[in-house]
């Protein structure tokens, strides 16, 4: 789970997340503004 960036609540799920060769790629969008962002890790 993440904050969206925009307006702050809380996103639950990832639409996709995929793992690149040195770290981790989520989808998220956020579901109050339908804002698209994306959290690695
Ligand atoms: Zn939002």
């Known amino acids: ?3 969206c960036p925009k307006c ?3 996103v639950a799920e ?3 997340s995929f ?3 040195v770290f ?3 989808a998220y ?3 109050e503004c339908e ?3 994306k ?3």
């Open 1 to 3: 789970m993440t904050k």
């Open 8 to 10: 702050g609540k809380d």
């Open 14 to 16: 990832p639409d996709k």
């Open 19 to 21: 793992v690149n060769k």
């Open 24 to 26: 981790s790629v989520e």
């Open 29 to 31: 969008t956020c579901k």
């Open 35 to 37: 804002t698209s962002f």
């Open 39 to 41: 959290v690695t890790g």
